[in-house]
Every structure is written in structure tokens, then in C-alpha cells.
């Protein structure tokens, strides 16, 4: 059974930081585009940002840019999503997703095309 399973979720003060880790089970992510997303209640889902299957391309949204760092480990079979000086507007449940690609090492999205998704993680940021 193919499954991504985040965790690292958690309650944390605003300006805070926290890491989310992306575990695959019953197959490689070496050959799989993985991308972080989130919803919050009434609002759609939105992509944050990707990685490819190389690790040398990602794409993070405006609004994350230069506090939230996406990384792999293809040995781990684990992709994270390490977030700085966090906002109370990143409140949200965080899903990671993966897509096998065949458009070559250098190419992942943030639209919610991908095939396998996770069951979410709670990210608050609250005082």
C-alpha cells in the first residue's frame, strides 16, 4: 500500500519554528515529485512549495519565500518542510503529496494534481 504520513505538527508562538517531515511507505520516493500543502476551514487548499525529484528544484509561494525551506532525503524516503519566524496566518493543516514524473529531475508544481497525498498534520500558530 503506497501512503505518505505527516508529522511534526504542532502548537507554536508566533515567530516560531517547526519542522514537518513527509515519510513515504510501500515504495521509493526517489522518482516522486513531493509537494507541502494547506487548508484552513472555508478557504482551498494552496500549494506552499515543491521539490523535485533531484532535490534541485523547488518553488515556494510569495508568501512563504524565505521563511519555509522544502528538503529531501531520498534515503530516509522523507521529504520536510522546515518553517522560520512562522505567522498566525500559517495556521493550517499541512498535507505533503507525491507524483511520479517523468518530465525529467528538474520539475515539480504546486498544483493539486498529484496522486498521493497524505492525511494532513495541524500547524497553529497562536500566543
Known amino acids: 500500500q503506497l501512503q505518505l504520513v505527516e508529522s511534526g505538527g504542532a502548537l507554536v508562538q508566533p515567530g516560531g519554528s517547526l519542522r514537518l517531515s513527509c515519510v513515504a511507505s510501500?515504495?521509493?520516493?526517489?522518482?516522486?515529485?513531493v509537494a507541502w500543502f494547506r487548508q484552513t476551514p472555508g478557504k482551498e487548499r494552496e500549494g506552499v512549495t515543491c521539490?523535485?525529484?533531484?532535490?534541485?528544484?523547488?518553488i515556494t509561494k510569495d508568501s512563504a519565500q524565505g521563511r519555509f525551506t522544502i528538503s529531501r532525503d531520498n534515503a530516509k524516503n522523507t521529504v520536510y518542510l522546515q518553517m522560520y519566524s512562522l505567522k498566525p496566518e500559517d495556521t493550517a493543516i499541512y498535507y505533503c503529496a507525491a507524483e511520479e514524473v517523468y518530465a525529467g529531475p528538474y520539475y515539480c508544481h504546486l498544483r493539486e494534481e498529484y496522486d498521493l497525498w497524505g492525511q494532513g498534520t495541524q500547524v497553529t500558530v497562536s500566543s
Open positions: 521539490i523535485s525529484t533531484s532535490g534541485e528544484t523547488t
Open positions: 510501500g515504495f521509493s520516493l526517489e522518482g516522486y515529485a
